[in-house]
């Protein structure tokens, strides 16, 4: 069996590094064929000397900054056209889009256009353009295979079934470090609780929206693009264990969940693998040594971005990138302490509500404006406050 290439977009991440250890446990199988990054071009070096790339690409560089420790024979690209090369390139096979943001944006919908499979992570993605990521998909006759543990999840348990069977998808939760918290004990959050995942170890961006639950919501809008259901047939249940990653109940009546230990290796490999499973060798669940497994229903007057991100996604069009680009640059201002953590989701309600423009969507380009006016009034918004003094 030849070995199947990987560009792996967001390598220097939490998403890339884990899919980086799944690759060099199986290099009869895999090889690591492209490797890019947005700004960390040591991190990328020294991937680069383990991984022996054909080519590496740096998002946010230039050829006069690069160090010399890139072994030689490797093809360094810059920017979005570089990105876009790597994903494309003959020798890659799978694409591993796992870069934080929507930079990645038109090198994926071009790897899709060629018939690449894309093992998707980067849910933002699906959330802002999902339209035109499925339709370059089904153009080029490839697949997008779901790395979000639970869009892993459901994906396993609706394989071997009808998709016109599904009655409705239950997206789990763990709910966050402030899953049991006030409205007014979340205000006084520093960064380090707010970062502190209780089950997952992920990049700091991911980390705040679980714990807003925003991340949830946007999972809920991945999911409608993934699966092809309405928000209405999605539903989130808060599960601390995170030990179920996802359920799906069919029109019988019966429900799949798909369990495991939270590990990301798991949901990487599969889609690496599919339709084949990869012996991991992690730890094992051991159902014996847990005390009960619970599920709750979330509360929207304490996690509002559910209800914001529903919203969104019935209103669709440019409304969820409206809701993706306030929050990231929101999320961003509460890491560098000039907000407090329940001013992330305020400020994207008010981006939302006083939303001016039409919703409309033709085009990709339709899209990014929206995401840009977003994000330009969330900037207005967050310079606006008073500056948050963390307790
Ligand atoms: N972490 C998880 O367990 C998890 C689970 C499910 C889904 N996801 C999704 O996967 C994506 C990555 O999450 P993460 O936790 O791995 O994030 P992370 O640890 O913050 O890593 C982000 C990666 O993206 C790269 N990057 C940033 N800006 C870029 C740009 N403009 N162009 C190209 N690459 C860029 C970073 O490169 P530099 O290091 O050079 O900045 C880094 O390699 C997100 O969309 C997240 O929602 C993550």
Not at 344 to 353: A, C, G, K, N, P
């Amino acid at each position: 069996m030849s070995r199947l290439g990987i560009a792996v977009l967001g390598a220097t991440g939490s998403v890339g590094r884990n899919a980086l250890d799944v690759i060099s446990r199986f290099p009869r199988r895999f090889r690591a064929a492209a490797l890019c990054a947005g700004s960390d071009i040591r991190g990328l070096a020294a991937l680069a000397r383990v991984f022996r790339p054909d080519v590496v690409c740096l998002y946010d560089g230039n050829r006069g900054r690069l160090p010399r420790e890139f072994p030689r024979g490797t093809r360094l690209l810059f920017g979005e056209e570089g990105m876009r090369e790597a994903a494309c390139a003959g020798n890659v096979d799978i694409v591993l889009a796992a870069a934080s943001g929507v930079s990645s944006i038109r090198p994926v919908l071009s790897a899709a256009r060629e018939g690449k499979r894309i093992a998707l992570a980067n849910k933002e993605l699906l959330v802002m353009a999902g339209k035109f990521v499925t339709a370059a998909a089904r153009r080029g006759k490839g697949e997008i295979l779901p790395v979000d543990s639970e869009h892993s999840a459901v994906f396993q348990a609706i394989v071997g079934h009808r998709r016109e069977d599904v009655r409705r998808i239950l997206l789990t939760a763990s709910g966050g470090p402030f899953r049991t918290h006030t409205t007014a004990r979340m205000r006084s959050a520093t960064v380090a609780q707010a970062l502190g995942h209780p089950t997952w170890r992920m990049g700091a961006k991911i980390s705040v929206d679980s714990a807003t639950l925003m991340n949830k919501g946007l999972e809920v809008i991945e999911a409608t693009w993934l699966f092809g259901l309405p928000p209405a047939r999605i539903e989130v249940v808060i599960h601390p264990q995170s030990v179920v990653h996802s359920m799906v109940e069919f029109s019988d009546g019966s429900v799949m969940a798909q369990m495991g230990i939270p590990d990301m290796r798991i949901p990487i490999g599969y889609a690496l693998s599919y339709p084949e499973r990869l012996p991991l060798e992690l730890p094992r669940l051991r159902p014996h040594r847990m005390q009960g497994l619970v599920f709750e229903r979330p509360d929207r007057k304490r996690f509002p971005a559910l209800r914001l991100a529903y919203a969104a996604a019935r209103t669709g069009g440019s409304a969820p990138a409206v809701l993706n680009g306030a929050n990231e640059e929101a999320v961003r201002a509460f890491l560098a302490g000039r907000i407090a953590f329940t001013d992330i989701v305020r400020i994207v309600d008010r981006v939302l509500s006083g939303w001016s423009e039409t919703f409309a969507a033709r085009s990709l380009q339709d899209v990014l404006a929206a995401d840009a006016q977003a994000r330009r009034e969330a900037l207005d918004r967050i310079s606006r406050q008073r500056r948050h003094r963390p307790s």
